[in-house]
C-alpha cells in the first residue's frame, strides 16, 4: 500500500484533485438526465380514440341539432373506467340517446363499442410530443414503454459487464472518453429514430456506456485521493447525480418535445469528450498494471499541478520501485474474475452485488414513475432532487461518525421501512405517500453514496473495476425487474409497495457481514485484503487481554 505514500509526496488533496472532481461531476449530471428522461419523454398524456364525430369537421358539421363539444364526445365515446372519456374505446356509431334528458351512463353497451381504429388524439398541455404519443404506445400497446426503459437498463447491465474489465485492462481514462463519445453519439442518433424499434437500438447502444461513465468516474475520484479525502470525494460525486435530477427537471420544463429533449441532454457529451483527454489517468493503475513511466509521468503532473513541483522532480523510477516494490511483486500473480469468487473475496462480493441489486431494484422500481407520485412530475423531480442531495451531505457525517457498515446497513433498512409504511397508508392520502416515496428515496441515496465507497474500499486494485462492474450490474439487474413489480398490482395494489420495502431491508441485514473499511487505506493486491483482515484479527484478540492488563 505504498502508493498512498508516494500520493501525499504529490498532493493526495490538491488542485489536481479539486479540477478533477469538478471535470467528472459535470459528466454525472448529465449522464443523470438519460437515466430519468423517459419519465418526461414517455409521459403517457391524456388521450382518447379519433373519431369523425369530433375530429372531423365535415362530419362535425352533419350532426343534428348542432350539438356542443361536451355532447359530441359523449355520443361518440363511452366513459372512461376512471374520470373522462374511455382512453381505448370508441361507439360505432354516435349514440345520440345518451343526449336525452333522461339518459343514464347503462343507455349503451359494450358491443355498440370498438377499439380505436383510427388512432388517438393526445393532451399536448403539458407535452408537445412524447414518445407514446408519437408511436401510440397506449392501449393494446402500453407494456412497449416500460419494455423501452427495460432495453435502455439492459444496456446498462452489458456496459457494466464488458466496462469493468476492459477498465482494468485498459486504462480508466481511455475507457471513460470512449463512453463519453459513445452517449453523445448514439443519444443524438435516438432523438432522430423514425421508428420506435430504431429508438430502442439506439438508447441501447447509449446505455452501454452509461456503466462506463458512473464507474470509471467513481475510480478515478477514489484512486486519485487519500484515505481521508475519500469520502468528501465520493460524496461530491454523488451530489452529481442529485443535481442531475433538478437538471433533468430545468431542461424538460422548458424543452416540451421529446425529440429536441433527448438532443439537448445528449450533445453536452461531445464537449465532455473533447475535455477528458486532459484528466489524469489513476497513476495508481498504471503503477499496478507495471506501467512505470506512465504512471510517474502522472505522479510528476499531479505534483506540479498541485503546487509541489519540487517533490514531483524528487520523484525517480528508482523511488518508485523502492516504494512499490511489494505491490509490484504481488500484482503478478494472476488476479481474474475468478478470484472474486475464492474464499477471500467471495463474502464480499455477494454482499456488496446484493446491496447494489437491493439500490437498483427499489430506486428505479420508485423512480421510473413519477406519474404513479403525482400529476406535477416536474416539481416531483426537483422535490426527488432536493430530497436526495440533503441526503447526500448527511452521508459525509454518517460515513466519518459511524462507518461504512453501519451506515450502509441502516440506509437500506430504512429505505424499505418507508416504503412498508407507504403500504399502510390510504390511497387518497396522496401528500403523505409522497412524502414516504421521497424519504425512501433519500435514504436510498444515501444507501448509493456509502455502496460506492465501500465496494471500492472492499476490493483490491488489479479488481477494483471487475468488481464495481459486478455490482453495477446487480443494481442494473435490479433495475429492469424493479418496474416489472409493478405488474403485481393486479393482485393487490400493495402488493409492489411490500416487496419493493422487502428487499432493502433483508439486504441491509445481510451488509452486516462485510468487513469495516474506515480509515483504512485502498488495498493494492489481493494480499493487501488478507493482511488487512489478519491485522484486524489480531487487534480484537489482542483486544480483550489489553483490557485485563491495564485494569490489574
Known amino acids: 500500500m505504498a502508493f498512498a505514500e508516494l500520493l501525499e509526496r504529490v498532493g493526495s488533496l490538491g488542485r489536481l484533485q479539486l479540477l478533477q472532481a469538478v471535470a467528472l461531476a459535470v459528466p454525472i449530471m448529465w449522464l443523470t438526465t438519460q437515466n430519468v428522461l423517459e419519465n418526461f419523454s414517455a409521459a403517457v398524456p391524456a388521450h382518447r380514440c379519433w373519431v369523425p364525430l369530433l375530429d372531423n369537421s365535415t362530419a362535425r358539421a352533419g350532426a343534428p341539432g348542432a350539438p356542443g363539444p361536451d355532447a359530441l364526445l359523449a355520443a361518440a365515446i363511452p366513459p372512461g373506467p376512471g374520470p373522462g372519456p ?37 393532451d399536448r398541455s403539458t407535452f408537445s410530443s412524447t414518445i407514446v404519443a408519437e408511436w401510440d404506445l397506449v392501449c393494446d400497446s402500453q407494456a412497449l414503454k416500460p419494455m423501452a426503459q427495460a432495453i435502455f437498463l439492459a444496456g446498462v447491465l452489458v456496459g457494466a459487464a464488458v466496462a469493468g ?34 429508438y430502442c437500438l439506439f ?24 484515505t481521508r479525502a475519500r469520502v468528501l470525494a465520493m460524496t461530491f460525486n454523488s451530489l452529481g447525480y442529485s443535481f442531475g435530477m433538478v437538471l433533468m427537471a430545468a431542461v424538460a420544463y422548458g424543452v416540451r ?15 465532455c469528450f473533447v475535455y477528458s483527454w486532459w484528466l489524469a489517468e489513476s497513476a495508481r493503475w498504471l503503477l499496478i498494471a507495471g506501467r512505470l513511466e506512465q504512471g510517474l509521468r502522472e505522479l510528476q503532473r499531479a505534483a506540479a499541478i498541485n503546487g509541489r513541483r519540487a517533490a514531483g522532480d524528487a520523484l525517480t523510477m528508482e523511488v518508485v520501485l523502492s516504494a512499490m516494490q511489494e505491490e509490484l511483486r504481488a500484482s503478478r500473480a494472476p488476479a481474474g474474475l475468478g478470484s472474486l469468487c475464492t474464499a477471500r473475496l467471495g463474502l464480499r462480493t455477494a454482499v456488496s452485488m446484493l446491496c447494489w441489486f437491493a439500490f437498483g431494484f427499489t430506486f428505479f422500481g420508485l423512480a421510473l414513475d413519477l406519474q404513479a407520485l403525482g400529476s406535477d412530475v416536474f416539481l416531483l423531480q ?24 453501519p451506515t450502509q ?43 460506492s465507497v465501500y465496494t471500492g474500499e472492499l476490493f483490491p486494485t488489479v479488481l477494483r473495476m471487475t468488481a464495481v462492474g459486478l ?15 409493478r405488474l403485481l398490482g393486479v393482485y393487490h395494489p400493495s402488493l409492489p409497495l411490500l416487496v419493493y420495502g422487502a428487499v432493502p431491508v433483508l439486504s441491509g441485514l445481510a451488509a452486516l457481514l462485510l468487513p469495516e473499511t474506515q480509515n483504512l487505506p485502498l488495498p493494492d493486491t489481493i494480499q493487501d485484503v488478507q493482511n488487512q483482515s489478519v491485522k484486524k484479527a489480531t487487534q480484537g484478540a489482542r483486544g480483550p487481554s489489553v483490557l485485563k492488563s491495564t485494569q490489574l
Open 203 to 226: 438508447r441501447f447502444l447509449g446505455a452501454l456506456a452509461v456503466a462506463g461513465v458512473m464507474m470509471n468516474t467513481a475510480t478515478l475520484l477514489m484512486e486519485w485521493t487519500s
Open 382 to 405: 426537483v422535490l426527488m432532487g432536493a430530497v436526495d442531495t440533503a441526503a447526500k451531505l448527511g452521508t459525509l457525517l454518517l460515513l466519518g461518525r459511524l462507518g461504512r457498515r
Open 257 to 271: 418535445d421529446w425529440a429536441r429533449l433527448q438532443l439537448a441532454v445528449s450533445l453536452p457529451f461531445f464537449l
Open 86 to 122: 374511455h382512453p381505448c374505446r370508441r361507439f360505432r356509431s354516435p349514440q345520440w340517446q345518451l343526449l336525452a334528458p333522461n339518459a343514464t351512463a347503462a343507455n349503451w353497451s359494450e358491443a355498440a363499442t370498438e377499439p380505436c381504429a383510427d388512432g388517438w388524439v393526445y
Open 165 to 198: 474489465q476492459a477498465s482494468d485492462r485498459f486504462g480508466r481514462r481511455l475507457v471513460l472518453s470512449w463512453s463519453y463519445l459513445q452517449m453523445a453519439v448514439w443519444g443524438s442518433a435516438a432523438a432522430f429514430a423514425p421508428s420506435f424499434p430504431l
Open 471 to 485: 455490482g453495477q450490474m446487480s443494481a442494473r439487474g435490479g433495475a429492469i425487474l424493479g418496474p416489472l413489480v
Open 409 to 451: 446497513a441502516a440506509s437500506l433498512a430504512l429505505a424499505g421501512l418507508c416504503i412498508l409504511a407507504n403500504a399502510l397508508v390510504p390511497r387518497d392520502m396522496r401528500p403523505l405517500r409522497s412524502a414516504l416515496a421521497l424519504l425512501g428515496l433519500g435514504w436510498l441515496g444515501v444507501a448509493f453514496t456509502c455502496v
